[in-house]
């Protein structure tokens, strides 16, 4: 005869913990062969196994231990309103940890489709935090509407007070909307090169619910709020196509030839442009000649280069070989020269550099 402890058996506590320990076995089980697999999807190119096996990953030890927590309770044979309570408990958890991984899964293929649009530099953690913050409060919801709980006066409790929260926090929803309307317009986007009116300038990182961080050419971080774009005058390097115009201003004597000055010079860019990184090999380079100065003739030289990051290489490149080109040719670059006539009547010249 069966030994009991009030209204339980010494067998049916057994079989619960039987059924529980089966449960964390498999739980175990499951979470050793769900890293394998979570690993074998990080060695491929493709993200979305990635994410699919993040997913099993997440549900395969707790959805475990939940079915097994059921079974025992069944096992168990509680009373039908003990077994209510507990099913809307299990049940309120597995919601729960359901919209935590769907969460995750979502804001993963949210990143996954911004990196396949904008490259490996793209960071833009605004709209998977957006999609994550909807995915846990419609599971947050749904957990409550599981409880028994109705979620009508919630909503309407939440309407009045998110009224009284927007208005105190009107600066932070105002950079969210700022940042959403960045990248919804594509104004910039992560791997921009930008500069503003206020003399921020460098390579967007990431733009978030709050703000833009950019990198300078200095590798160091500037963080501006994303309502900063709505006020002020912004260029972008890299549109309308990252490849741009690269203004040099140089300068020869009067009594050079300006013809053969255009001709060395142009073949000084061709040879630039073609041999140092960030060159646009198939781009002609112009000579501009446009001022006549005090003791020289000024001159443009326009150059395209690859990038906006670029452009230091290439022009360092640039006057280096032209100064040596110059110097063999036997072209002058003046320095600045005035003539001085003296007040004695005389016409007495003198030059002063």
């Known amino acids: 005869m069966a030994l009991h402890l009030g209204d339980l058996s010494w067998q049916r506590g057994v079989g619960a913990a039987a059924v529980l320990v089966a449960a964390v076995g498999i739980a175990v089980i499951l979470r ?20 699919a096996a993040r997913l099993v990953k997440d549900l395969a030890v707790p959805v475990s231990v939940l079915l097994g927590l059921w079974g025992a309770a069944r096992v168990l044979e509680l009373p039908r309103g003990t077994l209510d309570v507990i099913a809307k408990v299990l049940t309120a958890a597995a919601i729960f940890i359901v919209s935590l991984a769907m969460a995750r899964l979502i804001a993963g293929s949210v990143t996954s489709i911004a990196l396949a649009r904008q490259g490996v530099a793209a960071n833009v953690t605004i709209f998977a935090n957006i999609t994550r913050v909807v995915v846990l409060c419609v599971g947050i919801l749904v957990m409550l509407q599981s409880l028994g709980i109705s979620i009508s006066p919630l909503l309407g409790a939440l309407g009045v007070g998110g009224l009284a929260v927007a208005l105190a926090l009107q600066d932070t929803l105002a950079n969210l909307f700022a940042g959403v309307h960045v990248l919804a317009s594509k104004t910039i986007e992560p791997g921009d090169y930008i500069k503003l009116s206020s003399g921020q300038e460098g390579y967007v990182v990431d733009i978030n619910w709050r703000n833009t961080s950019i990198r300078t050419l200095s590798d160091n971080i500037e963080v ?130």
């Open 224 to 353: 501006i709020p994303n309502q900063r774009f709505s006020d002020t005058i912004l260029t972008n390097y890299h549109r309308p196509a990252e490849d741009m115009s690269l203004l040099i201003q140089a300068r020869v004597a009067y009594e050079s030839d300006l013809e053969r000055v255009e001709s060395v010079v142009v073949e000084v860019g061709q040879e630039v442009m073609n041999e140092v990184q960030g060159g646009v090999k198939d781009a002609e380079t112009l000579v501009r000649f446009h001022t006549f100065g005090d003791s020289s003739i000024g001159f443009t030289v326009i150059l395209r280069t690859d990038e906006f990051g670029d452009q230091f290489r290439l022009k360092h490149e640039f006057v280096k070989r032209l100064h040596r080109r110059f110097a063999k040719e036997g072209i002058e670059m003046p320095y600045p020269r005035r003539q001085l006539i003296l007040p004695d009547g005389e016409g007495a010249h003198g030059l002063v550099s």
């Open 32 to 51: 050793l062969l769900t890293g394998r697999l979570f690993r074998r999807a990080g060695d491929t190119r493709w993200a979305w196994d990635d994410l």
